[in-house]
């Protein structure tokens, strides 16, 4: 068998089989969670958020363990870019995702310090084992403010949580242990595969494992939100859609970037400088540029989805002209830099302009009556 071959068979296997362990995971973690008696909306914050960012979790932290600290970092990034491009924006297409005021009041603001946080702390050239200690620490004190602010609303979160099944825990505490173990082991395994095949394709390629890190793998470990997100939108529960896509984000920088930090120990996770200049700020700037998005109509639009959509298509292409030493990248670059982000920003603030100024007419007609 070609050896090209071979690693794209072993991603392919390897994201299988996350997929399936995921699942495994997220059906026997709520299943016990149900027989101890915890509530479901602590389950739906916790084990099933945790269960959708174990792919990252797991690929990252093996990548570390095997040295390769830069498709841990550009599997983060990544991932994250490729949630809120794709994952939001596919969502979008599908139906216009109906914004809730707690996402715009807290979740985004928090997701855009914290991604503020990390390019900060990676801005040095390495995550240090402290600063993935704190961000292990803002993720409980984040999940203990989750359930404490839900609780006080919990006719808002009703919406926007998972529906959990109660009939998981039907099987008994033996059935739901061997679930979490199967997916446990899959998830190990599935992400043994993923990076093995993901560097001896770089290898191969003659590319960095940075760029197999940013395209391939977190494409690839983000499928499972994905898949949810869709199923959440075409259920018309579009609630589920973007709180799955934001709590991700939130768990892969805080969770994931925290535990591989800490696991790396005293040396830290080495970022590459690549990341630190092109990649990270893109990070941060798909964040930000969400934030107007969810101000305005209290929705995202087709046209908005499609927007993110094409805005990874034009990523996607620049790390494939950027890994191929191509001619066309500075052209391509100034052709973003000049033509395309200012049609995104103008049509951004001109949808801004209106909602706000169709929101005073509104305040001003019943005063005038």
Partial sequence: MPPFLQSALQVLAGIGLLFGGGELFVQGSVAISLIFGIPQLVIGL???ALGTSAPELFVSV????????????SNVVGSNIFNVLVVLGSSALVLPLRVESRLVRRDVPLLLAVSAAVWGMASAGRVTWQAGAALLIALVINTVWEIRTAREEPEEMAEAEPQISTETANGGFVKACILLLL???LLGVGSNQLVAGASNAAKLLKVD???IGLTIVSAGTGMPELVTSLVAALR???DLAIGNVVGSCLLNQL???GSCAV????SGLLVDPLIIERDLPVMVLTTLACMPIFWTKGQISRLEGGILVGLYAFYLTDQVLNSTNHTWQDEFRLTMLCIVLPIVLIIIVLQTVMYWRDLNRLRITPSAE
């Fill in 46 to 48: 916790t084990v099933v």
């Fill in 183 to 185: 997916g446990i082991l």
């Fill in 263 to 266: 696991v790396a120990g005293g």
């Fill in 236 to 238: 018309g529960r579009t």
């Fill in 209 to 211: 494992e940075t760029v």
């Fill in 255 to 257: 969770l994931v970037l």
């Fill in 62 to 73: 093996s990548s570390v363990l095997k040295g390769s600290d830069a498709l841990a970092v």
